[in-house]
Nanobody
Framework: QVQLVESGGGLMQPGGSLSVSCAAS????????MSWVRRAPGKGLEWVSD????????YYADSVKGRFTISRDNAKNTLYLQMNSLKPEDTAVYYC????????????????WGQGTQVTVSS
């Protein structure tokens, strides 16, 4: 069965960097676009970033553009999110999600989600 398992969250001071990963299994990872979304305390889901199946096209929310980098290693079936210049407003549970096709659409039209990993930015 499809599994998406996030890891790498934690506590970081403002201005710091953190990387989160998503290990995928149960499907042909290289054939599907992937996404990162987040939910801050008391708020709704926020789309963060998308990457298409081959990794050649990436997309970012304005709130993270220039600070976050999405990438994937199709040989390792792993999705990454490198987060730099972290701000307190980046505090959230970060989820990876799978699109049902090779194309990312920034649409929340996912067929599978991970369980999430907590990222807390605080001094």
């Amino acid at each position: 069965q499809v599994q998406l398992v996030e890891s790498g969250g934690g506590l970081m001071q403002p201005g710091g960097s953190l990387s989160v990963s998503c290990a995928a299994s149960g499907f042909t990872f290289s054939s599907y676009a992937m996404s990162w979304v987040r939910r801050a305390p008391g708020k709704g889901l926020e789309w963060v970033s998308d990457i298409n199946s081959g990794g050649g096209s990436t997309y970012y929310a304005d709130s993270v553009k220039g600070r976050f980098t999405i990438s994937r290693d199709n040989a390792k079936n792993t999705l990454y999110l490198q987060m730099n210049s972290l701000k307190p407003e980046d505090t959230a549970v970060y989820y990876c999600a799978k699109y049902p096709s090779a194309i990312a659409t920034q649409s929340f039209e996912y067929d599978y989600w991970g369980q999430g990993t907590q990222v807390t930015v605080s001094s």
